[in-house]
């Protein structure tokens, strides 16, 4: 096997807000749009032969924002099992995401970025008699243009190298989901227990724009991920939430792509309460750091139960030229027996910016939303200032509050309780990072809430 060569040009932004529509079990389809530039919203639904198959209106007070049904919203036609949704075009709408779940698995899906090179982060397989820790990865591939396209997919290990490769077809405005282990299966390393497994992730190009999501599945839980433009990253990256420990027995992990042609240093420091962990790893082109924060820092905790709970923020520079890296960050409540009782991934790598928007947040009733910002700046001496705003579906004001954050400093918090539908706005005077998140005060519901930057 070989190294895969991933610096490849990006095409340009497609402007639609698209949402993905796997073809997996779901009991609802959610969508949330926040702070629309207009009073009315446009949507359409899309099977995945690229037909339209329902097109309705969403109303929203100015300011405000709307959770509702995908099916509740479609006014002429119906919600397909599998394709895409598009929401009206500009600032407002593209604050918009697609929520889906079963059985106490919620997973929620951000608008995707189109290009013609894009790569699915973490991908995982562990079937077989599993019970609990069975472990698989669907892969959603939109295509919005008027011409079908195909699309190579290269699976790609933990060490950079190919496992495996296929083509498909997606027809012109149209969508296809994969299962890893069913499409790939072949190539995957048995695992002794009547079935496969691997991890590592996809690099897929195409022909035409596309648009591509990975969905991890367990029959606890659910986590989405958006694909990722392959590039040139000017460090320092910032990942501003991790979280291990605690009653829950959170376990965070971090997964790190070399996207460039060269060997790549990373100097990792992880920032916990006033406190610097650091480790320094080197990566061949292509191959992947995925480790628990734990490992990576060599961070030991007091042996107790339940164990002191722990959280931070990660900082990754490089001195390598020209770096070129993505990833992810995944944050796992571990049940008995190891098992994940729930999980949500968010993707590192992007940029930081000074205006962000959390599309829906909800609490009460034994669910909380969350959000945690980090400032990613190491040398200049000045605070930076962040304003947060809990806006209720009408759009008036629930929550404003001020922090200051020092370099390399973080922020976390919970809106106020009594919010049965709203949205977050988080604005600051210089660039900061954003991750939220929504659960229930057990650990059986975890998932990201996007971060927006509108």
Known sequence: MHS????????????QTILPIFETSTDYLGLSIADPSTGAVGVTVRSSDGTVAGEGTVSIDPGGQQARLLHEVVETGAVPGAGWVEVESGNGARN????????????????????????????????????????????????PGAGAATVTLRLVGMDGAVVASASVLVPAG??????????????????????????????????????????????????????????????????????????????????????????????????????????SRTLAPGAVLGDTIQNIFGILTVQTFPPPLVSGAVRITSNSPAPAI???????????????????????????????????????????????????????????????????????????RQVSLSPRGMSTGLIPDGVGSGFIRISSNMPVRVVGSVGTSDPATLERVPAIAP
């Open 96 to 143: 918009a995401v697609l929520a889906f779940g079963d059985a106490g698995r919620l997973a929620m899906a951000a608008p995707g970025v189109a290009g013609r090179t894009l790569l699915l982060p973490d991908v995982r397989v562990a079937t077989g008699f599993l019970e609990l820790g069975y472990t698989d990865t669907l892969v959603h591939i939109v295509v």
């Open 174 to 279: 149209g969508s296809r989901t994969l299962t890893v282990s069913e499409t790939f299966g072949s190539f995957l390393p048995d695992n002794g227990l009547g079935g496969r497994t691997f991890r590592g992730y996809f690099h897929l190009e195409s022909d035409q724009d596309m648009l591509a999501w990975q969905l991890i599945e367990t029959p606890l839980g659910r986590a989405v991920l958006e694909g990722a433009a392959p590039g040139i990253v000017s460090t320092p990256v910032m990942v501003p939430f991790f979280v291990f420990g605690g009653e829950s027995q959170y376990r965070s992990t971090l997964n790190i792509i070399n996207t460039s042609d060269t060997e790549v240093t990373l100097d990792l420091a992880a920032d916990i309460d006033g406190g610097e962990w650091t480790a």
């Open 4 to 15: 895969v060569s991933i610096g490849a040009a990006v095409l340009a932004i497609v402007f």
């Open 326 to 400: 993505t990833g992810s960050m995944t944050v796992n409540a571990i049940g008995q027996g190891g098992y994940n009782e729930s999980v949500m991934s968010y993707p590192v790598g992007g940029p930081s910016g000074t205006s962000w928007v959390l599309p829906f947040g909800v609490s009460g009733g034994g669910y909380f939303t969350g959000y945690a910002i980090s400032n990613p700046n190491a040398l200049l001496t000045v605070q930076t200032d962040v304003t947060i705003e809990v806006f209720a579906a009408d759009g008036s004001l629930v929550e404003s």
